[in-house]
């Protein structure tokens, strides 16, 4: 909820009294205060919230082009880079100049009004000090002449009564007007001294009380001791006023000053200060002033209370319709409100509370944002709009922005031909960025020419109000919104292209056919994505170039414009701009428009070759090959060196192939006729030659010149044109003759002469050729080259078969061959990775590892190392190199190179190693893996058993503390999982265990109690392991009470043997109970141990008894029959002692099981009945309370024949 008390500061319509001339004294009335210089209310409490303000236009940062970055052209170099940065930082300059301009004429113009107002103070100023001197002259003398006549003439009824009351308000008037004179220094008290106006008025009422005026005394008495804070005197007088004169023009005024003391009151009481809140008796008596109706004074100041007071209430509802009908009344009456804004700002910050209902447990009411609003504010009105745009301002102030973008949208929706509407939709474009809604808001600054621009309504609208002022306004917003918009377009759709490329790229590399059917899907969606932003980017360019062809950066948008044609797919209209960039201007777009000409209508042949209008012997020879493979074009068009090619490669119709070859042997070629389409590029790419473009490619790129000449030039060969061939091949030759272009073409040019039968020219030209020395001495013919990577080729497509066929032997011979015989092979990284693969299969696990080694050490930035290094993991593993698969695997997953962090069997690498570790008995190392593999990989599902592995890893080491704190950690984070109740409940037990076997009862004791505490707060989870786990701590924390218990002894004086006995008795009870606990879990085996145990107590004190010696005082006589008794108390302990062990024996026999208990119960009864119960030598175990070991990590680790079985027709608590 936000805080009003800081919108509560409101006039407490302080009363202009007037001396009235004629015979009935006037009346004080309440004058319409200016909430400026009001009385000021309440302070702002703690936290709370300014009232609502208008973004101020003028102090919004500079934002769009001429501040953003220029686009920065496709391969500009750094002089043009530095272009556009020395033509952005005068633009800026430009900018602050015209700003400052601004800024001096505002100022200048401000200060010329300033001095006109002093000049006409000057004017008036003095007649004003002697109209006032003189007034206070009359004052002063009126006073005087009236007290003296009441001296004289005393209280009658006649006149009294109205001198008494032209007193109270002189009085009112002369100490208000001394105390606005005074210096405030000089001043005791913060307000007027009133008590004598008090004291007239007061004697008028009480002496007069039907004085035609009374009313009006009533109420100047209750305001002058308003004024001197005798608030709850000032309530009394107003509340007697409303209820002696309820129809006198005074009530609805008095009534609204009673509701502003329960008002003051109360919020008084909210902030400490008082202890009473009111707000229902306030809102009860402005409801009864604005009853009245809107004819007096202070309606507006009524409404506006009666509304704080609801909203104090929570009844934001009635809260709002006040503020509706405050608003509706001041814009009918002619004076209007100083109150209507407040109220417009107050709605607005009402309706941006996200939770109006603070009852419920919704922090944003369902109806939140323009629901509401319009629920309240939909009738048409015209002070909607400016609740509408304090609101949208109000939620943008609150960071909460895609509501406030929604009520800007409203907002230019429902008034189309604001004049504001252009800054509106900057904050409605800001509001929608901020919410991340950044496709929206450039597709609204695209549209903002079509909204603003001199066919829209909104420019009608503003011409015919001659608001030139906001159309240049807008033309300017609009102008900056398209350069951004071409900017945003043009950038976004750059890094969709890019997306796609990758895409394709994954999908051409991929090996499975849906990985690759997906990444196509995926370049296709996103290509088609690209395509529709940068037409949208060429729509708005074309647009700005029509609106804007004069603009300085004209090149700029208009290569933007050809780029993104381009880009969009639209190959004709594009290379048309390009063209005219290129041929009409020097300028630093000349060589990107070149090449771009080139690229245009290079894909436009392409088209129309596979559309089957144009011969495709224009095209790149590989482009030929493809279509031919692909069986759009005929053997007869292709060329016959391409032929040769395709029949040396096997590719193609092999018969086709060779009949044409067939056909063409000994025939000479034919001059066919160049294609428009074909000539238009060869035109475009001489273009870029005769400009002379190469010398203003940036350094890191290669020169095109080359290329180009080099295609033109086997066009023409193509198309039989020797002559033209020759040519530019020749061109090629005598200037670059260390390129393989030259090799190349030097061949080509022998070509034409071999296919005319020229031969006396062939071996001319070649004696020339020869002596240019083509190449560069270590290059090959291009011929050699290709045949090089065939043969490659085909050695490794033959490995693969082989491997396919599962000649797993041969298949890596093979790729270790093509790796060993050429080293330059491109795919040699995945020769021997597929080698070492084959290798695998065969089981030869060391020559496998030795290959992966080399991917990942001489190919590390290849895809396959990564792998590479985890099968050297795998296969040192299963070579017994456990050393090398753990460095492997550790190397796999701590490398922060990016192809080992995405490996999916980088996790799996770290737990590895910890597990090769634990079975060679690293376990320190082991266990701060998996420790490891815990804290780094907790989203694995066995990251939690990793950590209680590495608990029993410093179990095995002995090292306590570590195991304490894992066993801590591990408890901290899972110990409330039910899934991990069995692990918790061991860590408990192992611990317990620990100090346990020290024999240090006092520290293992909390260990088990934690056992059987988390247990039994949930005995269904966990299942029989954690049954079994809690019987045992159940029977261990037995045991540490049988053991402090056998250590009491039966000896000493008569006295200290009865004591002893007593303690032994005693203490059996409460042993045996603790045993008996441990029946309640029914879990054989410490069933079977409570019982055995229970016996042994049993047994334990009738040896204690039996071999109990007589106390010192006893004589021969006495000392026989004293241990007479006790041997017959012996007797029956070793009765119930044998009944336990009895028990266990026959539940053992019961449910077929075989134990430590049941040995021991049975080297008990031997003991007790020897001949029931013989034994061999060697059967006979010692009578000690042992304990068995705890379970393991997953399930109990049992004897032969254990097994946790309910126990059978036992009556535990018989036992």
């Given at each position: 909820m936000?805080?009003?008390l800081?919108f509560s500061?409101?006039?407490?319509f302080?009363p202009?009294?007037?001396?009235?001339?004629?015979?009935?004294?006037a009346e004080?009335?309440?004058?319409?205060?200016d909430?400026e210089?009001?009385?000021?209310?309440p302070a702002?409490t703690?936290?709370?919230?300014?009232?609502?303000?208008?973004?101020?236009?003028e102090?919004?940062?500079k934002?769009?082009?001429?501040s953003?970055?220029?686009?920065?052209?496709?391969?500009?170099?750094?002089?043009?880079?530095?272009?556009?940065?020395?033509?952005?930082?005068?633009?800026?300059r430009?900018i602050?100049e015209v700003?400052?301009?601004?800024?001096?004429?505002?100022?200048?113009v401000l200060?010329?009004?300033d001095?006109k107002?002093?000049?006409?103070?000057?004017?008036?100023?003095?007649?004003?000090t002697?109209?006032?001197?003189?007034?206070?002259?009359?004052?002063?003398?009126?006073i005087?002449?009236?007290e003296r006549?009441l001296?004289?003439h005393?209280?009658?009824?006649t006149?009294?009564p109205?001198?008494?009351y032209?007193?109270?308000?002189l009085?009112?008037e002369?100490?208000d007007?001394?105390?606005?004179?005074?210096?405030?220094s000089?001043l005791t008290?913060?307000?007027p001294?009133?008590?004598?106006?008090?004291?007239?008025?007061?004697?008028?009422?009480?002496?007069f009380p039907?004085?035609p005026q009374?009313d009006?005394?009533?109420y100047?008495?209750?305001?002058?001791?308003?004024?001197?804070?005798?608030e709850d005197?000032?309530?009394?007088?107003?509340?007697?006023?409303?209820?002696?004169?309820?129809?006198?023009?005074?009530?609805?005024e008095?009534?609204?000053?009673i509701?502003?003391?329960h008002?003051?009151?109360?919020q008084?009481?909210i902030?400490?200060?008082?202890?009473?809140v009111?707000?229902?008796?306030?809102?009860?008596y402005?409801?009864?002033?604005?009853?009245?109706?809107?004819?007096?004074?202070i309606?507006?100041?009524?409404?506006?209370r009666l509304a704080?007071t609801?909203?104090?209430?929570e009844?934001?509802?009635?809260m709002?319709?006040?503020?509706?009908?405050l608003?509706e009344?001041?814009?009918?009456?002619?004076?209007?409100s100083?109150l209507?804004?407040?109220?417009?700002e107050f709605?607005?910050?009402?309706?941006?509370?996200?939770?109006?209902?603070?009852?419920?447990?919704?922090?944003?009411?369902?109806?939140?944002g323009?629901?509401?609003f319009n629920k309240?504010?939909?009738?048409g009105?015209?002070?909607?709009?400016?609740?509408l745009?304090?609101?949208a301002?109000?939620?943008?102030?609150?960071?909460?922005?895609?509501?406030a973008?929604?009520?800007y949208?409203?907002?230019?929706?429902?008034?189309?031909?604001?004049?504001?509407?252009?800054?509106?939709?900057?904050?409605y474009i800001?509001?929608l960025?901020?919410?991340?809604?950044r496709e929206?808001a450039?597709?609204v600054?695209?549209?903002?020419?079509?909204?603003?621009?001199?066919?829209?309504e909104w420019?009608k609208?503003?011409e015919?109000?001659?608001?030139?002022?906001?159309?240049?306004?807008?033309d300017?917003?609009?102008r900056?919104?398209m350069?951004?918009?071409?900017?945003t377009?043009?950038?976004?759709a750059g890094?969709?292209d890019?997306?796609a490329?990758e895409a394709l790229?994954k999908?051409?590399?991929?090996?499975?056919?849906?990985?690759?059917?997906e990444?196509?899907?995926?370049h296709?969606t996103?290509?088609?994505k690209?395509?529709e932003?940068?037409?949208?980017?060429?729509?708005?360019t074309q647009g700005?170039?029509?609106?804007?062809?004069?603009?300085?950066?004209?090149?700029l948008y208009?290569?933007?414009?050809?780029d993104?044609l381009y880009?969009?797919?639209q190959?004709?209209?594009?290379?048309?701009?390009f063209?005219?960039?290129?041929d009409?201007?020097?300028?630093?777009?000349?060589?990107d428009?070149a090449m771009?000409?080139?690229?245009?209508r290079?894909i436009l042949l392409y088209?129309?070759?596979e559309q089957?209008q144009?011969?495709p012997?224009g095209?790149?020879?590989?482009?030929?090959?493809?279509?031919y493979?692909?069986?759009a074009?005929q053997?007869s068009?292709?060329?016959t060196?391409?032929l040769?090619?395709l029949?040396?490669?096997g590719?193609?119709d092999?018969?086709a192939?060779?009949?044409?070859?067939a056909a063409?042997?000994?025939?000479?070629?034919?001059?066919?006729p160049?294609?428009?389409?074909t000539?238009?590029?060869?035109?475009a790419?001489?273009k870029?030659?005769?400009y002379?473009?190469d010398?203003?490619?940036?350094?890191?790129?290669?020169?095109?010149?080359d290329?180009y000449e080099y295609?033109?030039?086997?066009?023409?060969?193509?198309?039989?044109?020797?002559?033209q061939a020759?040519?530019r091949?020749?061109?090629?030759i005598?200037?670059?003759?260390?390129t393989d272009?030259?090799?190349?073409s030097?061949?080509?040019?022998?070509?034409?002469?071999?296919?005319e039968g020229d031969?006396?020219?062939?071996?001319e030209?070649?004696?020339?050729?020869?002596?240019?020395?083509?190449?560069t001495?270590?290059?090959?013919?291009?011929l050699?080259?290709k045949?090089?990577?065939?043969?490659?080729?085909?050695l490794?497509?033959?490995a693969?078969?082989?491997f396919?066929a599962e000649?797993?032997a041969?298949?890596?011979?093979e790729?270790?061959?093509?790796?060993?015989?050429?080293?330059?092979?491109?795919?040699?990284?995945?020769?021997?990775y597929?080698?070492?693969?084959?290798y695998e299969?065969?089981?030869?696990?060391?020559?496998?590892?030795?290959?992966?080694k080399?991917?990942?050490?001489e190919?590390n930035?290849?895809?396959e190392a990564?792998?590479?290094?985890y099968r050297v993991g795998?296969?040192?593993e299963?070579?017994?190199?456990?050393e090398?698969?753990?460095d492997?695997y550790l190397?796999?997953h701590?490398?922060k190179?990016?192809?080992?962090?995405?490996h999916?069997?980088?996790v799996?690498?770290l737990?590895?190693a910890?597990?090769?570790l634990?079975?060679?008995?690293s376990?320190?190392r082991a266990?701060?893996?998996?420790?490891?593999?815990?804290?780094e990989?907790?989203?694995?599902t066995d990251?939690p058993e990793l950590?209680?592995?590495a608990?029993?890893?410093?179990?095995?080491?002995?090292?306590?503390?570590?195991m304490?704190k894992t066993?801590?950690?591990?408890?901290?984070k899972y110990?409330?999982d039910?899934?991990?109740r069995v692990?918790?409940?061991?860590?408990?037990v192992?611990?317990?265990?620990?100090?346990?076997?020290?024999?240090?009862?006092?520290?293992a004791?909390?260990?088990?109690?934690?056992?059987?505490?988390v247990?039994?707060d949930?005995?269904?989870?966990?299942?029989?392991k954690?049954?079994?786990?809690?019987?045992?701590?159940?029977?261990?924390?037995?045991d540490m009470?049988f053991?402090?218990?056998s250590k009491?002894?039966?000896?000493?004086?008569?006295?200290q043997?009865?004591?002893?006995?007593?303690?032994k008795k005693?203490?059996?009870?409460v042993?045996a109970?603790?045993?008996?606990?441990v029946?309640?879990?029914?879990n054989?085996?410490?069933?079977?141990?409570a019982?055995?145990s229970?016996g042994?107590?049993?047994?334990?004190f009738?040896?204690?008894?039996?071999?109990?010696?007589?106390?010192?005082?006893?004589?021969a006589?006495t000392c026989?029959?004293?241990?007479?008794?006790l041997?017959?108390g012996a007797?029956?302990l070793?009765?119930?002692?044998?009944?336990?062990?009895e028990?266990?024996?026959?539940?053992?026999?019961?449910?077929?099981?075989?134990?430590?208990?049941t040995?021991?119960s049975?080297?008990?009864?031997?003991?007790i009945?020897p001949?029931?119960?013989?034994?061999?030598?060697?059967?006979?175990?010692?009578?000690?309370?042992t304990?068995?070991?705890?379970?393991g990590?997953?399930?109990?680790?049992?004897?032969e024949?254990?097994q946790d079985v309910?126990?059978?027709?036992v009556?535990?608590?018989?036992?």
């Amino acid at each position: 909820m936000l805080c009003w008390l800081a919108f509560s500061g409101l006039a407490l319509f302080v009363p202009a009294l007037v001396w009235a001339q004629d015979e009935d004294a006037a009346e004080p009335e309440l004058a319409e205060a200016d909430t400026e210089t009001a009385d000021e209310g309440p302070a702002p409490t703690d936290g709370a919230a300014a009232a609502p303000t208008a973004p101020d236009a003028e102090a919004q940062p500079k934002t769009g082009v001429f501040s953003d970055p220029i686009p920065t052209p496709p391969n500009a170099d750094e002089n043009t880079i530095a272009e556009l940065a020395a033509y952005q930082n005068a633009t800026l300059r430009y900018i602050d100049e015209v700003s400052e301009y601004r800024n001096e004429l505002r100022t200048a113009v401000l200060s010329e009004y300033d001095a006109k107002l002093k000049s006409i103070d000057k004017v008036y100023a003095g007649e004003l000090t002697k109209l006032r001197d003189d007034e206070r002259i009359q004052r002063t003398d009126s006073i005087a002449r009236l007290e003296r006549f009441l001296e004289k003439h005393g209280r009658n009824e006649t006149y009294a009564p109205g001198v008494l009351y032209r007193l109270a308000v002189l009085h009112y008037e002369k100490a208000d007007e001394e105390y606005l004179s005074a210096d405030p220094s000089t001043l005791t008290q913060d307000y007027p001294d009133f008590s004598k106006s008090i004291g007239y008025s007061g004697e008028l009422i009480r002496r007069f009380p039907n004085f035609p005026q009374a009313d009006g005394a009533y109420y100047l008495l209750g305001f002058c001791q308003l004024q001197m804070d005798q608030e709850d005197a000032a309530n009394d007088t107003f509340m007697a006023l409303v209820e002696k004169f309820p129809d006198s023009s005074k009530t609805p005024e008095a009534l609204t000053r009673i509701g502003e003391y329960h008002f003051s009151r109360s919020q008084d009481a909210i902030q400490g200060v008082g202890s009473e809140v009111t707000w229902d008796v306030a809102k009860s008596y402005y409801a009864r002033a604005v009853a009245y109706g809107p004819d007096y004074a202070i309606y507006d100041r009524a409404l506006y209370r009666l509304a704080w007071t609801e909203y104090y209430n929570e009844d934001y509802d009635s809260m709002i319709h006040r503020f509706i009908e405050l608003v509706e009344y001041a814009d009918q009456v002619p004076k209007g409100s100083s109150l209507r804004q407040e109220a417009i700002e107050f709605m607005a910050a009402a309706l941006a509370e996200e939770d109006w209902n603070l009852q419920d447990t919704i922090d944003r009411d369902p109806d939140f944002g323009m629901s509401r609003f319009n629920k309240y504010l939909n009738s048409g009105q015209d002070f909607e709009l400016e609740v509408l745009r304090v609101y949208a301002d109000t939620l943008a102030e609150q960071a909460r922005y895609d509501f406030a973008a929604e009520a800007y949208e409203a907002l230019l929706q429902r008034d189309v031909c604001n004049p504001e509407n252009p800054k509106i939709h900057q904050s409605y474009i800001t509001a929608l960025n901020l919410s991340e809604q950044r496709e929206k808001a450039v597709l609204v600054q695209s549209n903002l020419d079509a909204i603003y621009g001199k066919t829209s309504e909104w420019y009608k609208c503003q011409e015919q109000n001659g608001n030139l002022e906001a159309i240049a306004y807008a033309d300017s917003i609009a102008r900056k919104a398209m350069m951004y918009s071409i900017s945003t377009y043009y950038t976004q759709a750059g890094e969709l292209d890019v997306a796609a490329e990758e895409a394709l790229a994954k999908a051409d590399s991929a090996r499975s056919p849906a990985t690759q059917a997906e990444l196509q899907a995926q370049h296709d969606t996103t290509r088609a994505k690209a395509i529709e932003v940068y037409t949208r980017t060429a729509e708005l360019t074309q647009g700005f170039l029509e609106k804007y062809p004069n603009d300085q950066d004209v090149y700029l948008y208009r290569y933007i414009l050809a780029d993104a044609l381009y880009n969009s797919e639209q190959y004709e209209k594009s290379a048309v701009v390009f063209d005219d960039i290129r041929d009409l201007s020097d300028g630093r777009f000349r060589r990107d428009a070149a090449m771009g000409s080139i690229d245009a209508r290079s894909i436009l042949l392409y088209q129309g070759v596979e559309q089957g209008q144009v011969d495709p012997l224009g095209l790149p020879p590989e482009d030929i090959k493809t279509l031919y493979g692909r069986g759009a074009v005929q053997a007869s068009i292709v060329p016959t060196y391409l032929l040769s090619e395709l029949a040396s490669e096997g590719k193609g119709d092999q018969a086709a192939i060779e009949a044409e070859l067939a056909a063409r042997d000994g025939q000479k070629a034919v001059m066919r006729p160049i294609p428009q389409e074909t000539q238009r590029v060869l035109d475009a790419r001489d273009k870029y030659a005769e400009y002379h473009l190469d010398s203003r490619r940036p350094e890191t790129e290669e020169p095109l010149e080359d290329d180009y000449e080099y295609l033109n030039a086997l066009t023409y060969y193509h198309y039989g044109d020797y002559e033209q061939a020759r040519t530019r091949f020749g061109r090629i030759i005598d200037q670059h003759p260390e390129t393989d272009f030259a090799v190349v073409s030097a061949g080509f040019v022998i070509n034409t002469y071999q296919e005319e039968g020229d031969l006396d020219k062939v071996a001319e030209i070649s004696d020339s050729l020869r002596e240019k020395k083509l190449g560069t001495g270590e290059g090959t013919s291009d011929l050699d080259t290709k045949l090089q990577d065939i043969k490659y080729s085909a050695l490794f497509e033959k490995a693969r078969q082989l491997f396919d066929a599962e000649q797993y032997a041969e298949a890596a011979y093979e790729y270790e061959r093509i790796a060993d015989e050429n080293p330059t092979f491109d795919d040699i990284h995945l020769a021997l990775y597929n080698a070492g693969v084959a290798y695998e299969r065969i089981q030869r696990y060391e020559s496998a590892m030795r290959l992966y080694k080399r991917v990942y050490t001489e190919y590390n930035d290849k895809p396959e190392a990564a792998d590479a290094l985890y099968r050297v993991g795998v296969n040192g593993e299963r070579f017994f190199d456990f050393e090398t698969a753990v460095d492997s695997y550790l190397e796999l997953h701590d490398s922060k190179r990016q192809t080992f962090l995405d490996h999916p069997e980088r996790v799996t690498a770290l737990r590895k190693a910890a597990i090769i570790l634990k079975y060679t008995e690293s376990f320190e190392r082991a266990a701060q893996l998996m420790e490891r593999y815990h804290d780094e990989h907790n989203e694995q599902t066995d990251a939690p058993e990793l950590l209680f592995e590495a608990c029993l890893m410093y179990e095995e080491m002995g090292n306590y503390s570590k195991m304490d704190k894992t066993f801590e950690k591990f408890r901290k984070k899972y110990a409330g999982d039910p899934e991990f109740r069995v692990f918790t409940l061991t860590s408990y037990v192992k611990q317990g265990d620990y100090f346990n076997k020290k024999n240090d009862l006092k520290k293992a004791k909390p260990f088990y109690e934690k056992v059987v505490t988390v247990y039994q707060d949930s005995p269904s989870v966990g299942g029989t392991k954690a049954n079994y786990l809690a019987a045992k701590a159940q029977y261990l924390l037995a045991d540490m009470e049988f053991k402090s218990w056998s250590k009491i002894k039966l000896n000493g004086t008569l006295k200290q043997f009865k004591q002893n006995v007593a303690s032994k008795k005693e203490g059996s009870a409460v042993v045996a109970q603790k045993f008996n606990q441990v029946l309640t879990y029914k879990n054989a085996e410490w069933t079977m141990a409570a019982l055995y145990s229970i016996g042994g107590m049993f047994h334990n004190f009738a040896s204690s008894m039996e071999q109990a010696e007589c106390p010192p005082s006893f004589d021969a006589d006495t000392c026989d029959g004293f241990l007479e008794s006790l041997l017959e108390g012996a007797f029956e302990l070793k009765d119930k002692a044998r009944e336990n062990y009895e028990a266990v024996v026959q539940f053992g026999r019961d449910n077929s099981i075989v134990n430590e208990w049941t040995r021991k119960s049975l080297n008990g009864l031997n003991d007790i009945a020897p001949k029931e119960y013989p034994m061999f030598e060697g059967e006979r175990t010692a009578l000690t309370q042992t304990t068995t070991s705890p379970a393991g990590l997953l399930r109990a680790t049992k004897s032969e024949g254990e097994q946790d079985v309910e126990p059978k027709d036992v009556d535990m608590e018989d036992k």
